[in-house]
C-alpha cells in the first residue's frame, strides 16, 4: 500500500498542494506520503527505482528532503547493485555515490557496446590519453601508453568477427576520482567465460578508463 501511495504521488497524484499545516498534529493540505512518520515513508520509497525517487525529490521541499534521506539511497544502491559495500560510508553521501555507481557502470556497457560494434575512434574518445594506462587482452599480450594501446585496439577490430557476449556478475567500486570494475564476460560461441577488470580516472568532469585487463577464467568440470 506505502509503495502504491508513493508511486502515485511521484506521478503527481496523492492528493492537496500549498503548504503543509499542522493541525493538532495532524498536517492539513499534505498527501497521504507526507503524514507518514519518517521510519516508515523511508521504507515505502525503498521500493522505488531511481527515476522513480529523483522525480518525487522535485514534487515539493517535504517530499525533496524525504527523496534525498540517506537511508533511502543506501537502500537503493543495494537494490540496484550489490550489497558488499554495506560497510562503506561513502563522503559525499549515498545519493552521490549511486549516482557516481551508475555512470561508471554505464561507461563499462558502453567500452563493450564498442567491441561489439568495432568503433575504434569511440575507443579512442573511452580511453584517457597517456602513458600510464595499460590494456591486457585476453591473449595474454599486454600495451602500454594510449598510443599502443589504440594500435592493439585496431589491430583486434581488423581481424576479429564482430564479437557477442554476455556480462555477468558486475561488481563497482567508486574511490574519489578512481573506480573499477569487475565482471565475468561469457563469449558467445567460447565455452570458457572471461575475468575483466575495467579501472577509470575523473580527469576535466568526466570518466575515462585507464586499465582493462580480461583472462581466461578456470573451468571447474564436474
Not at 507526507?34 to 517530499?63: F, G, K, W
Not at 560510508?89 to 567500452?111: C, H, M, Q, S, V
Not at 565455452?191 to 568526466?206: C, D, K, L, S
Request: proline share 2%; net charge negative; hydrophobic share 40%.
Amino acid at each position: 500500500m506505502a509503495a502504491t501511495v508513493t508511486a502515485n504521488y511521484s506521478n503527481g497524484g496523492g492528493g492537496g498542494g500549498g503548504e503543509v499545516v499542522e493541525n493538532g498534529g495532524v498536517q492539513t493540505g499534505a498527501s497521504m506520503m507526507e503524514q507518514l512518520v519518517p521510519e516508515i515513508r523511508t521504507h515505502a520509497l525503498s521500493y522505488l527505482d531511481y527515476r522513480s525517487l529523483c522525480r518525487l525529490s522535485m514534487t515539493n521541499s517535504t517530499m525533496r528532503k524525504a527523496a534525498n534521506d540517506d537511508n533511502a539511497w543506501k537502500s537503493l544502491y543495494h537494490k540496484d547493485f550489490t550489497l558488499e559495500q554495506d560497510s562503506v560510508t561513502p563522503p559525499n553521501g549515498w545519493k552521490a555515490y549511486y549516482a557516481a555507481t551508475r555512470d561508471i557502470l554505464n561507461i563499462n556497457a558502453e567500452f563493450f557496446n564498442i567491441i561489439r560494434e568495432q568503433q575504434l575512434a569511440a575507443m579512442g574518445l573511452l580511453w584517457f590519453n597517456a602513458d600510464f594506462v595499460k590494456c591486457i587482452h585476453a591473449s595474454g599480450e599486454k600495451f602500454s601508453g594510449y598510443t599502443a594501446v589504440m594500435e592493439s585496439w585496431q589491430q583486434a577490430f581488423s581481424w576479429e568477427q564482430s564479437v557477442d557476449f554476455q556480462i555477468r556478475d558486475v561488481r563497482a567500486r567508486v574511490h574519489s576520482d578512481m573506480a573499477w570494475v569487475m565482471l565475468q564476460a561469457n563469449v558467445v560461441m567460447d565455452i570458457r567465460p572471461y575475468n575483466v577488470t575495467n579501472a577509470f580516472e575523473f580527469h576535466n568532469g568526466r570518466w575515462y578508463m585507464v586499465h582493462h585487463h580480461s583472462s581466461a577464467a578456470l573451468v571447474h568440470n564436474g
